[in-house]
């Protein structure tokens, strides 16, 4: 007796409201690549945050109104996206030809014109945002920025390479010491003392965040001051070594904050 084939039973239809494993990939990726989103993945954000809450704690340590304390926080933060910005823009190369991850700008997936004109934005906003506590305290903020934004293309690959850093967190308690309210506020200036600890802190910060690129920047043939160390500790040793120096100098400032303050 002949038999017919088998043959598989019919899928049951899918509802209307259904999407498929397909869409649903296709839709995730369309909002983890909104361009805001990507602005911000590639502004450097933990660094940007932490450095903007760590200034403007030392400006309401020193007593400063809640108003300035904001406006404190708001340049601080601007200025770190800016360099956080310039950072993956310059380096946008490098990073795809190691194929780092968390950089959108090298994957691709954010526009480098999108970014240069989110840059230009930013900085029309950080100049009075920066002179609203005072001209004198916002120039050298801004100067802070400049020679940040300095440090992502020169000394960076040598021994010199903390020196950008160095200078830059070594500004930070000008830009609060000279600082009130209003463009024509004046203050005074800061203690030595704090300004060469906020310099070493900057060194500090140089290497922590130095450690993330270690393989990349020797297989680049760069020389610098946290590869050499590294080379020398092993990186795990090196975290520890810089995390403990970094503490040390932060205890270093707010002991000097308290004897002496942040101002002559």
Partial sequence: MPTEPLSEPASPPVPASATSPEEEQRRRFSVRDLTPLLLIRAAHPRQAVLTAVGVAAVAALAGRPTREVLVVLAAVLVGQVVLGWHNDLVDSDRDRRHDLPGKPIAQGR???????????????????????????????????????????????????????????????????????????????????????????????????RALWGLVPDHADGWTYLPLRLGLRLGASRLLVVASVYTALVVVGLAVAGTRVGLSQ
Avoid: K, M
């Avoid at 029309?124 to 100067?143: E, F, H, N, R």
């Avoid at 609060?176 to 800061?190: K, Q, V």
């Fill in 110 to 208: 954010l526009d480098p014109g999108t970014t240069w004109f989110a840059l230009s934005c930013a900085v029309l906003v950080l100049v009075p945002l920066s002179i609203a506590t005072g001209v004198t305290a916002g120039c050298l903020y801004l100067g802070s920025v400049l020679i940040g934004a300095l440090g992502n293309v020169v000394l960076r690959q040598g021994l010199l390479s903390w020196v950008p850093w160095a200078l830059s967190f070594a500004l930070y308690p000008a830009y609060l010491s000279y600082g009130g309210w209003g463009g024509e506020a004046t203050g005074a200036p800061p203690e030595v003392l704090v300004v060469v600890l906020a310099a070493l802190l900057g060194v500090g910060v140089h290497v922590l």
